[in-house]
């Protein structure tokens, strides 16, 4: 019978509270699913260039670098150095340089290592709490670009996924995470300003690009 004026037709859409709480639940079994399969990497002792940070910061290698630059690998300053005392063979180039503009990742590792002298795993943990902003901002994009339930499957594959196992062990390599997460927001902003253009929204894409390639 089709419905009338006094018979509304009859709905089997689940109640906004309920899909929110439903949403709200799937997403902290996916943190807590996530974080506890990376938790092996997150009791992982120092890797590779771990070492080179630890001993930059506590003086132990004397490289003269500061807070911003600890990602600056091989200089004209320190080359020579570092062939003498076998960091680097020999036969490296005379001009050699490996330097990466990562001015934040390398202010957190240095305040880190000062503060945290030794405690690896409060460092991870540090790293955790990154790759759990990842998929949260990640998952406010998918959010933006696909259905309520296709979103929440994506989220889920991307933070399951077993490249963040690399990044949460290896301190040096939180600098992926982190360039993740500001410029998942920034992708945002930059839709939200596509869509309503409002300048406001340019301009915080603008800074979180920024943030994103630091």
Do not use: C, K
């Not at 200089?75 to 050699?96: C, F, I, K, Y």
Request: charged content about 20%.
């Amino acid at each position: 019978m089709p419905p009338t004026d006094r018979q509304p037709a009859e709905t089997h859409e689940t109640p906004v509270p309920r899909r929110r709480s439903r949403r709200a639940w799937a997403l902290a079994l996916t943190l807590a699913v996530g974080a506890l399969a990376l938790l092996p990497a997150v009791r992982a002792p120092y890797i590779l260039d771990d070492y080179l940070h630890a001993a930059i910061v506590d003086g132990r290698f004397r490289a003269g670098r500061g807070p911003l630059d600890l990602y600056d690998f091989v200089t004209d300053g320190n080359r020579a150095a570092m062939v003498e005392q076998g960091l680097l063979p020999w036969w490296s180039h005379p001009r050699l340089t490996i330097r990466f503009h990562r001015p934040l990742a390398s202010l957190l590792r240095f305040a880190e290592e000062r503060l945290l002298t030794g405690r690896t795993l409060a460092m991870h943990l540090h790293s955790l709490l990154w790759w759990a902003a990842a998929v949260l901002a990640v998952r406010a994009l998918f959010r933006r670009l696909l259905s309520p339930r296709v979103a929440a499957l994506a989220t889920a594959m991307f933070a399951l996924g077993q490249w963040h196992v690399a990044p949460v062990a290896w301190l040096a390599n939180r600098e992926v995470l982190m360039s993740l997460v500001f410029g998942a927001l920034a992708l945002g902003a930059l839709l939200r300003w596509r869509d309503e253009g409002r300048v406001r929204d340019a301009l915080l894409s603008t800074g979180l690009f920024a943030a994103a390639a630091a």
